[in-house]
């Protein structure tokens, strides 16, 4: 396995992407198509900015990318139709969005976030679940109806629920496991095509154990340049 792992290392370096995540996009995108030429894609856990390398890409210079992350990303290398914030999603709302979205919706939500681990099998995933949940809860007012979506979540005791409020918000949502990602990973994604707009979501009951949101590192964009 550990071959395998240096295979998709050494390509990332090669093909000039951030990091080997990157190819778990392209694989998910090759066999789900959910990013195309021209599209509105929001990138949500963007740091360090491979997978809004491969959204750029994709989506070619009439598309638009918007990379949001905690953590400050990059900007150096990135082409002019990507954006990029630094942010908390609890916290996002329209208003954060670049002019260039011409208040539009986004035709693909994609996300690579991920909790800080903890080791704690249990806790970790459902915190990973606490916060595809709180992705979920923010597409009325970011991804058009017939849009598109994927999300990394660690497996658990909630990962099930968690996919069935997906499968009720989209016409088709499963997990996927791409082959970049470690074969002991917990690691999925959650694959969701056609989504139903607003009236489809239900409420999930929160766990109270959880922080109602993740750390704040306010506001800050670094537009083209």
Same mark, same amino acid.
């Given at each position: 396995?550990?071959?395998?792992?240096?295979?998709?290392?050494?390509?990332?370096?090669?093909?000039?992407?951030? $990091? !080997? +995540?990157?190819?778990?996009?392209?694989?998910?995108? *090759? @066999?789900?198509?959910? %990013?195309? =030429?021209?599209?509105?894609?929001?990138?949500?856990?963007?740091?360090?900015?491979?997978?809004?390398?491969?959204?750029?890409?994709?989506?070619?210079?009439?598309?638009?990318?918007?990379?949001?992350?905690?953590?400050?990303?990059?900007?150096?290398?990135?082409?002019?139709?990507?954006?990029?914030?630094?942010?908390?999603?609890?916290?996002?709302?329209?208003?954060?969005?670049?002019?260039?979205?011409?208040?539009?919706?986004?035709?693909?939500?994609?996300?690579?976030?991920?909790?800080?681990?903890?080791?704690?099998?249990?806790?970790?995933? $459902? !915190? +990973?679940?606490?916060?595809?949940?709180?992705?979920? *809860? @923010?597409?009325?007012? %970011?991804? =058009?109806?017939?849009?598109?979506?994927?999300?990394?979540?660690?497996?658990?005791?909630?990962?099930?629920?968690?996919?069935?409020?997906?499968?009720?918000?989209?016409?088709?949502?499963?997990?996927?496991?791409?082959?970049?990602?470690?074969?002991?990973?917990?690691?999925?994604?959650?694959?969701?095509?056609?989504?139903?707009?607003?009236?489809?979501?239900?409420?999930?009951?929160?766990?109270?154990?959880?922080?109602?949101?993740?750390?704040?590192?306010?506001?800050?964009?670094?537009?083209?340049?």
């Amino acid at each position: 396995m550990k071959e395998v792992q240096d295979h998709f290392f050494k390509l990332a370096k090669e093909e000039g992407y951030r $990091a !080997r +995540s990157a190819y778990k996009l392209i694989e998910i995108d *090759e @066999r789900f198509h959910l %990013l195309r =030429r021209g599209a509105r894609v929001l990138d949500l856990g963007a740091c360090p900015g491979s997978w809004t390398q491969v959204a750029a890409r994709r989506v070619g210079d009439a598309g638009v990318v918007v990379g949001i992350d905690l953590k400050p990303i990059e900007r150096r290398g990135m082409p002019s139709n990507v954006f990029l914030l630094q942010g908390d999603i609890n916290e996002l709302t329209r208003e954060h969005l670049p002019p260039a979205m011409e208040g539009r919706l986004f035709d693909a939500v994609i996300s690579d976030m991920g909790p800080d681990t903890s080791g704690v099998p249990m806790a970790d995933s $459902a !915190r +990973s679940v606490h916060l595809c949940h709180a992705m979920l *809860e @923010r597409l009325p007012f %970011l991804l =058009r109806t017939g849009g598109h979506a994927t999300m990394k979540v660690y497996e658990g005791g909630e990962y099930p629920g968690l996919l069935r409020r997906a499968q009720g918000m989209f016409d088709e949502a499963r997990g996927f496991k791409p082959k970049a990602s470690r074969a002991e990973s917990v690691e999925m994604f959650i694959v969701c095509r056609g989504y139903r707009g607003p009236g489809a979501d239900t409420p999930q009951p929160r766990d109270p154990s959880l922080p109602t949101r993740a750390p704040s590192s306010g506001w800050g964009n670094t537009q083209p340049g």
